[in-house]
């Protein structure tokens, strides 16, 4: 039936180019985004996954910067101790080569006094931010370690501790007196050892063979003990180094997991947005005949 009340055609045709218009304001936000998924109204489940995980990502972040902090912690400790083992080495040397007959010891402790100083040099000169690991109070240091998303959804930040110690079997070289310097009578380099030596404060200058000794004795226990601490900080650094990189796949992961749920196919997307196009004029022809039926109808009173 022919009416110029109601269009049938021209409805049915106005509704697909709706229904078109729409497909391609779809197409088009996704090709400007370059997501799919870019609110919770695309999808719900996808949108909520994402987001937490965009989240956990961005705590990951910190993590990595936490984790930088400490290594350079770590690895200025580490320096430090391990120039002050090679001062040490250095004394032991030194000790040795005052037991031969005829050398003059007093000249050897002119040697030895100015390793010690530099001694006090390094463990002063080892600090970072303000922290200084081998000479200062005894204590315990915490350095952030990862971030952990449990199966209950729980989150929770891991660290790892480096407990300091002035005891002569300890890790601090000189111990923090509390007034604003370091008390050179405490710590690995101030204690005496089992025969009453301490490595800052040897003289060797009047000392017999069996004195010298004993000295040679006291150094080496130290030297155990610094290397012993040299070995934690070590094993530190290590461990910070492969959380790092752990930290650092485990971010690049859950990037691309969070791109497969919510990013856009370009290729699929402009495929259907030519697509679209087409249909879209199409859809405008096929409108503009159903339109065009209403005129046809004064042809029949002509």
């Not at 009416?3 to 229904?19: E, F, K, P």
């Not at 109070?137 to 930040?157: I, L, N, Q, W, Y």
């Not at 004795?217 to 910070?240: K, P, Q, Y």
Request: zero cysteines.
């Amino acid at each position: 039936m022919a009416s110029i009340l109601t269009n049938t055609s021209a409805m049915a045709a106005l509704s697909t180019l709706r229904s078109i218009s729409s497909s391609m304001e779809d197409t088009q936000n996704r090709i400007s985004t370059g997501m799919r998924v870019g609110s919770a109204s695309d999808n719900a489940a996808y949108w909520s996954i994402a987001t937490t995980m965009r989240s956990d990502n961005a705590a990951l972040s910190s993590v990595t910067d936490a984790l930088g902090m400490g290594a350079a912690k770590v690895d200025t400790a580490y320096s430090g101790m391990e120039a002050a083992i090679d001062v040490v080495t250095e004394i032991k040397a030194k000790i040795v080569a005052a037991t031969e007959e005829g050398v003059d010891a007093a000249k050897v402790q002119e040697e030895i006094d100015q390793l010690q100083d530099q001694l006090l040099s390094i463990a002063e000169s080892a600090s970072f931010n303000g922290e200084n690991w081998i000479a200062g109070e005894a204590g315990t240091k915490t350095v952030v370690t990862g971030f952990v998303r449990a199966s209950d959804g729980t989150v929770s930040v891991k660290t790892s501790d480096y407990t300091l110690t002035d005891a002569a079997d300890g890790t601090l070289l000189f111990a923090d007196d509390g007034s604003g310097g370091l008390d050179t009578g405490t710590g690995i380099l101030g204690t005496a050892g089992t025969n009453g030596n301490t490595v800052y404060g040897l003289d060797i200058s009047s000392m017999d063979a069996t004195a010298l000794g004993n000295a040679l004795s006291d150094v080496e226990d130290a030297l155990t003990a610094m290397t012993s601490a040299a070995s934690s900080l070590g094993s530190m650094s290590t461990r910070i180094d492969l959380q790092s990189d752990f930290v650092a796949e485990l971010s690049d992961s859950i990037e691309a997991g969070i791109g497969r749920l919510v990013d856009a196919d370009m290729n699929e997307e402009s495929t259907r947005l030519k697509a679209l196009q087409t249909q879209q004029q199409l859809a405008i022809q096929a409108l503009s005949i159903a339109n065009s039926d209403s005129q046809n109808i004064l042809s029949l009173f002509r």
